[in-house]
């Protein structure tokens, strides 16, 4: 099991992944913190890179990681990711953001399960993308 306690697979019975996600997150016993999904507004609660979705997800991941520090934990601590599209023909865009993104947050090439979504829209019409997350923290 890795240091924060989750550790990710890709059983040999499922299909090959489609993307920068594993189909399984095993943790050892722990307490869990379910991370209301992020926008893309900096600490001042303004939004940025409006129109901009490869923008959105870094300042989303940038979010996500600044709560996940005050829980004690960091991205490696991560069970599950649930994220919003407000546009299916994003979804490119996310896979190359995420592409730049995820290397420097999981260091060592591992990926949490992550379920995509398209939907209508999101609290503001500005928001492009909302990433909600589930982790594992010290307890």
Known sequence: MAKSGVT???????????GMYSHVAR???????????????????NPVGVGDLAAQVGQVFNNLGL????????????????????KADSIPVWMAARSEVFPRLFPGGKYPPN???VIDRLVKPE?????????????
């Open 8 to 18: 990710y697979l890709n059983p040999p019975s499922a299909p090959p992944v489609q």
């Open 27 to 45: 943790m050892a016993p722990g307490e869990l913190a379910f991370i209301a999904g992020q926008v893309a507004i900096d600490a001042k609660g």
């Open 67 to 86: 709560i996940l520090k005050d829980l004690g934990a960091d991205f490696e601590s991560v069970v599950q990711f649930t994220t919003y599209l407000t």
């Open 115 to 117: 379920t995509l979504l």
């Open 127 to 139: 928001f492009l993308l909302e990433v909600e997350a589930i982790a594992r923290v010290p307890g």
